[in-house]
């Protein structure tokens, strides 16, 4: 480790290496989506620009839009009063930044019948996305 990541050390890491963190989009305050970061991937985001998380699925770094072009532009990074979660204020590129193609991931809303309901439309066909791979 450099000196100049000593920032991290700041940042209460689970057992697992990870921390969360949310991807706000920047001027509507929206929250988007929840991810997860481990060291290399928030040291990544900062030095970059554009927000990197770690893929628990495939177990390795994911660079948001790697596939979908759909970015995520790093505006700022916070971090909360446990400093156990990340908040990233971000400008999403494309409009979408739900694999579902969505505008974001909290797309279901629980109703007074105790059902999930979809709220917000698919802007894009995932397939369309992501070419048949999701």
């Known amino acids: ?3 100049n990541d000593v920032w991290l050390d700041a940042i209460a890491w689970g ?4 921390v969360p963190a949310i991807a706000q989009e920047r001027g509507t305050g929206s929250v988007l989506m929840l991810a997860w970061m481990n ?3 928030l040291r990544l985001t900062r030095e970059t620009g554009h927000a990197v998380y770690w893929s628990r ?3 390795r770094l994911w ?6 072009g759909h970015q995520q532009v790093v505006h700022s990074i916070r971090l909360d009063c ?7 204020e971000v400008e999403q590129k494309g409009g979408i930044a ?3 193609g969505r505008h974001d991931c909290f797309y279901r809303e ?17 397939n369309a996305i992501y070419s048949g791979s999701k």
């Open 15 to 18: 057992p697992d290496g990870l």
């Open 110 to 126: 629980l109703d007074a019948a105790g059902d999930w309901v979809e709220i917000a439309p698919v802007l894009k066909d995932p």
């Open 39 to 41: 060291r290399e991937a």
């Open 82 to 88: 446990d400093a156990d979660v990340i908040l990233l």
């Open 98 to 100: 739900c694999h579902t």
């Open 63 to 68: 660079h948001k839009g790697e596939e979908s």
């Open 57 to 59: 699925s495939r177990a």
């Open 1 to 3: 480790m450099s000196a």
